[in-house]
């Protein structure tokens, strides 16, 4: 892996913060604001993926960062099925759905392939160094 000194510098953390703040913005400009089950589910799904890009980055281990962004992927596919009840409940239009929706499988897919490369990497992380 390319020695990032910050989980920061990852493409993969940096897509994941732009969705978290795009669902930010949806959820204090739409109807969905009002629906709280599902606004503090979308809200809370969306950070899990931020926060488990850094959370695995700063165990240091590649094994155990490859376990986080499982579970981050796992937070991002929560978050497309959310936009869906977001859509289903007209909270959001179709248009904007089909935007988020496509940043989530983009993300979705990097996270897969970087956790991928990681498999597949001699190197096993900072803390072995």
């Known amino acids: 892996m390319a020695h990032y000194k910050s989980f920061e510098d990852l493409g993969i953390y940096q897509l994941s913060r732009v969705l978290c703040n795009d669902i930010w913005l949806l959820i204090t400009e739409t109807p969905l604001s ?7 589910q979308i809200n809370g799904s969306s950070g899990s993926v931020m ?9 240091g281990g590649n094994k155990e960062f490859i376990n986080f ?3 981050a992927r796992g937070s991002c596919c929560e978050t497309k099925v959310q936009l869906q009840r977001s859509l289903d409940r007209n909270h ?6 089909l935007i988020l929706k496509e940043k989530t499988q983009s993300l979705i897919d990097q996270i897969s392939k970087f956790m991928n ?8 992380g900072s803390k072995y160094d």
């Open 92 to 97: 959001i239009d179709n248009q904007k759905y």
């Open 51 to 59: 926060d488990n890009i850094a959370e695995g980055f700063g165990r």
């Open 117 to 124: 490369y990681l498999k597949s990497s001699d190197r096993k």
């Open 69 to 71: 962004l499982s579970i």
């Open 34 to 40: 009002k629906d709280y089950k599902l606004r503090n």
